[in-house]
């Protein structure tokens, strides 16, 4: 089971790891086939197989698994888990203050040269990273242009107004459906443009759709796949949508290209939205998430009741108030105490 952990509360050693495992895949090819795949996502016959409708979500969820098992396999760790990069919690921040972007994570802005935006420092430096050019005679180096001709990145806010719509995606289920958390979330609509607004602001190498050429894009995605399964555990009607109605490839049963027997780059799976519906049933989960588990209450002694004042789960979604409860724990004798959870062996002291 692997845990994914925000890149601000990485240990060092994580923090190195994520570059090593990177560069571990770029050089055994496994790296450059996640940006062939998604450079060719207009390959389907009526629409972007990855953007622009319902799919949006499921199709990234599972395109950034398959680079987590990569990467796990690379580093001979089967936990490894991907970080995310909680890009609103960072949005008061100046760049250079970013844990994502320092010297011993991906590296920092680009640098304005001859019409061209290299990055000339940290582990993806020109010399060091080689691109897949995103067109002809396009650059094989990564660029950045931090925040040049876009507003700053989306803050909590922006993804609060996009978790507290109710349905999943709307008709016409395409880059104009309004009330959409998806198309809110992709950000096609809303004030913040959330996803959308991302890769503008990073840019140079994160425009194009060779974007996965930049590491951070695995980041990046894996915060938009965290807020959709926060949405998922908070929304009342969390079903995925449309059954039946949307674009090709789009539909809850549709097979997505390229796992749809396409082949491509060695995609022989086949996988559909509700395949990818349960995150954690796929192996992994969020540091942010209130994990549903089995809380055993052992008695050492002590009261007979807990009251709810001193018993509350707190929950992750917004719109939802702690709940308490009053237990009742037949035992005899005085004391604590104890619910632990598990897989994570957190532990909530109880004092009866
Ligand atoms: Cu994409």
Known sequence: MAIRKSVNSLTAQERADYVRGVKLMKANGRYDRF??????????????????????????????LEFERDLQSALGNPDFGLPYWDWAADSSLAPTAMSVWQLDLLGPNGTSEAGRNPVLSGEFRRG?????????????FLERTFAQDTPSLPNQAGVDAALALTLYDTPPFNQTSTNSFRN???????????????????????????????PVFFLHHCNVDRIWAQWQLCSSTPQYLPVTGGPTGHNRDDQMWPWNGS?????????????????????????????????????????????????????????????????FIPSQTGGVLRAERTPLNDQITVEG
């Open 35 to 64: 940006v062939r795949i998604h450079a060719s996502v207009q390959r389907t016959p009526t629409i972007n197989a990855a953007h622009m409708g319902p799919a949006f979500l499921p199709w990234h969820r599972q395109f950034i």
């Open 128 to 140: 060091q990273w080689v691109i897949v050019p995103s067109g002809p005679g396009q650059p094989t």
């Open 184 to 214: 809110q979330l992709e950000g096609w609509v809303g004030p913040q443009r959330l996803h959308n607004n991302v890769h503008v602001w990073v840019g140079g190498s994160m425009s194009p759709l060779t974007s996965p050429n930049d």
């Open 263 to 327: 082949g491509f780059e060695g995609r022989t799976t086949r996988v559909r939205p509700r395949d990818v519906d349960n995150h954690r049933a796929l192996g992994y989960f969020y540091d942010t998430e209130v994990r549903r588990q089995t809380v055993t209450l052992r008695r050492s002694g002590g009261a007979r009741f807990v009251s709810p004042q001193s018993l509350r789960l707190i929950s992750p979604c917004a719109s939802q108030a702690p709940t308490s409860s009053t237990l």
